[in-house]
């Protein structure tokens, strides 16, 4: 006879259960539970004392289940009901009858669970058809309905408690949440809805056990608490936290007001004038002006919030109206400012304020239109406001939940024309959005047709604008080259290209320190945009390769560094390209930098050698006499890197045709290193590609290379690498 395992909930205080018969009830079930399955175990017991013991118990509750006219327990959750339809004298039966009754008695048994089961499951279909079409009283009533046929099934209490949820009947969620956990102790949704019942109710170091709960039942579910893209259950405790704080603000605002303070007063009486109507521009602005300077802290923050002081753009409609006006005049562009100023003051470092503020319809219809009104007072202080939301985690989830952020790349990008600190604001806001998954997804919206042909316009005309500004603007693109969709559409802009070839020309005939910046930032954008292959790169590949090219005797090593990972990235889109670049003495300047540079440096003038060798006999006769005994490249065949290693073996087997090339190679470590990669495990299996091919070519081009293979025992590395030299 199978014994449910019905627990209880983990250590959380527990409501008031509203039924105390009904659980009087289910514990006299458990019991009975426990009687029978003790009863079995002495029966089937090798021990013949105890058997008989068992035996004589079974007798006795036969005997008394007999005089009990069949009666069975109230409680429908798994009933244990002791046939009586037992027959004969006591001194006939037996274990074997007993437990053959007792089988009988659980099929039978079964299938009425089966049964309510299925009635069961109907009723919950229903409510769950309700409760979508929002009838929640329906819903309520066939989830109960479902419980009087299942009284343990775990879903219905549930999905009831979701319901009574939805009408606000939060103690009896917790309630059901309860009598879920009864059934299943580890029932995340039950913890989840009986946290936001205590969250309802203000209980708040219940709501966050409830959900650090979840943990303990899955401790996988920490994801959920730490991911960055589903921080569900992050966000549930940090709602707990906010509104634990606001509650607590709010009390002590209340206490502030109660014992006279002349702050917390002059904040009511000077929303109370300013809701007054029929007065001039001028005394809405001074007003607005005197409670600024009022809000200096959280209490300050509390009491606007709580007499309404969001709602003075509803209640006033002068300063409605001059917020939205769209030519303003200079009382209303000064009351605008005035606005500005006491929204940062009753926002800065307030997640309920600045939550409140963005859902005023016209503060969320406006600060578009106000960035982009050129009225620099309006334009500088709402840069300042959106600075208080963009700087933080909390305020830019507000901002892409609030706003539609469609125009504001390009809105925010047209203050690099700007000469002041709109300028740099502007930038600093936008570093700050492009964090946001979902400002990259708008952004793609109009990127065309809006900030794409406006970036391109700056690019050209780099002089006119503010440089700094242009910098971080173009390494902002570079980064939003991350989303796929957006950098493709910028490589298929042949303005674009254009605009970047033509601040890279300009910067040869002498810039500043503010223009290097640029071009460092507009290489970082090609080298994004060249991991798309299309025709417009193949048409750009020579133009772009010569101004790499033009750039390799810069002062500035990091743009050198640039202009050489650009290099390899073009290359391969035009032989024509690699032609050109052979004939400017790439080589001779790759060898160079590769025995000076770093690791990046490395890493870009390897690969870019790779490609010129590959397809040029110009190139690889240059490498071999610009690189005497290969030295550069035996010493980058020693490298940590893989990359590195794997390019250099590819380099130096497609300069092994070159005659002496192999032979002045004799006397070096050149087949060790080959063959140490070759049989190595490096994690890229090009690598062992490489060396093999290498190597191979190496003895077929001077064989006198084989007496050292032979030595080191690498014949069978060399027999298993000609398939190698044979597929190359």
Excluded at 67 to 80: A, C, H, P
Excluded at 345 to 365: F, H, I, K, M, Y
Excluded at 517 to 543: K, P, R, T
Excluded at 552 to 559: K, T, V
């Amino acid at each position: 006879l199978a014994v449910p395992s019905l627990l209880v909930p983990l250590s959380l205080p527990p409501a008031m259960l509203r039924d105390e018969d009904t659980e009087a009830d289910f514990q006299r079930f458990l019991r009975r539970v426990d009687d029978v399955s003790n009863l079995l175990q002495g029966l089937q017991s090798p021990d013949s004392a105890v058997k008989e013991k068992a035996l004589a118990e079974a007798e006795r509750k036969l005997q008394e289940e007999g005089t009990s006219k069949g009666e069975e327990t109230k409680t429908t959750v798994n009933r244990t009901v002791i046939n009586t339809r037992a027959s004969g004298s006591a001194e006939a039966a037996n274990a074997e009858a007993f437990l053959a009754v007792l089988e009988q008695d659980a099929k039978e048994r079964a299938k009425q669970r089966k049964r309510k089961e299925q009635l069961a499951n109907a009723l919950k279909e229903e409510g769950n058809e309700a409760f979508r079409r929002g009838d929640l009283a329906g819903a309520i009533r066939r989830y109960s309905e479902g419980l009087e046929q299942l009284r343990d099934k775990q879903e219905l209490y549930t999905n009831r408690a979701q319901a009574y949820l939805k009408i606000q009947e939060y103690e009896k969620a917790i309630g059901d949440c309860e009598w879920a956990l009864k059934c299943n102790e580890k029932c995340i949704k039950a913890y989840f809805l009986m946290g936001k019942a205590h969250l309802a109710l203000k209980h708040y170091p219940e709501a966050r056990q409830c959900y650090e709960k979840i943990l303990q039942v899955d401790p996988r579910k920490e994801s959920l608490f730490k991911g960055k893209k589903q921080p569900f259950l992050h966000s549930c405790v940090t709602e707990v936290n906010l509104e634990e704080k606001r509650m607590k603000d709010e009390e002590r605002a209340k206490k502030e007001v109660e014992a006279g303070n002349a702050a917390a007063l002059s904040i009511k009486e000077l929303l109370q004038k300013l809701g007054a109507p029929g007065r001039d521009l001028l005394f809405y602005t001074g007003g607005i002006r005197l409670l600024a300077a009022v809000v200096k802290g959280c209490t300050e923050q509390t009491l606007f919030r709580t007499n309404n002081g969001f709602s003075i753009l509803g209640d006033n409609g002068a300063v409605g109206g001059s917020l939205c006006a769209e030519r303003k005049s200079p009382a209303e562009v000064e009351l605008c400012v005035s606005l500005l100023v006491l929204w940062q003051a009753v926002c800065a470092g307030n997640e309920e304020n600045q939550r409140l503020l963005l859902t005023q319809p016209a503060v969320s219809a406006q600060l578009p239109e106000l960035l982009s009104s050129g009225i620099p007072e309006i334009q500088r202080e709402t840069l300042a406001l959106i600075s208080l939301y963009s700087e933080s985690e909390s305020g830019r989830k507000l901002l892409v939940e609030h706003q539609d952020l469609t125009r504001w790349l390009q809105i925010l990008m047209a203050f690099v024309k700007s000469s002041d600190a709109r300028a740099g604001s502007a930038m600093n806001i936008l570093c700050d959005l492009i964090a946001e998954e979902r400002f990259k997804a708008q952004c793609r919206v109009l990127l065309s047709t809006g900030a794409l042909p406006l970036f391109t316009q700056l690019l050209v005309s780099a002089r006119q604008v503010n440089l700094a500004a242009l910098s971080c603007a173009i390494s902002i693109m570079g980064s939003l080259c991350a989303d796929p969709g957006i950098r493709t559409r910028l490589a298929e802009s042949r303005e674009c290209w254009q605009g970047c070839l033509k601040l890279l020309e300009e910067s040869l005939d002498g810039s500043t320190p503010s223009y290097q910046e640029c071009v460092f930032a507009v290489l970082g954008l090609m080298m994004n945009l060249l991991l798309e292959s299309n025709g417009i790169i193949q048409d750009l590949a020579v133009a772009i390769s010569g101004r790499c090219l033009a750039l390799l005797s810069h002062q500035d090593g990091r743009i050198v560094t640039r202009a050489i990972g650009v290099l390899s990235r073009a290359l391969p889109a035009s032989s024509s390209a690699v032609e050109e670049a052979v004939k400017g003495g790439v080589v001779k300047k790759m060898i160079k930098f590769l025995k000076a540079g770093g690791q990046l440096t490395a890493s870009y003038g390897i690969k870019t050698l790779c490609i010129c060798t590959r397809s040029s006999r110009r190139a690889q006769e240059e490498l071999v006499k610009a690189d005497k005994r290969f030295a550069v490249l035996l010493r980058l065949l020693e490298s940590q890197e893989e990359m590195v290693v794997g390019n250099a073996a590819l380099c130096l087997s497609q300069c092994l045709g070159v005659p002496g090339a192999g032979t002045s190679l004799l006397g070096s470590s050149v087949v060790l290193l080959l063959l140490r990669h070759a049989g190595g495990d490096a994690a890229r299996t090009s690598v062992q590609e490489n060396a093999a091919i290498a190597l191979g070519k190496l003895c077929v081009a001077e064989p006198r290379h084989i007496h050292q293979l032979r030595k080191l025992n690498g014949l069978a590395i060399l027999n298993s690498s000609m398939k190698y030299v044979h597929s190359s």
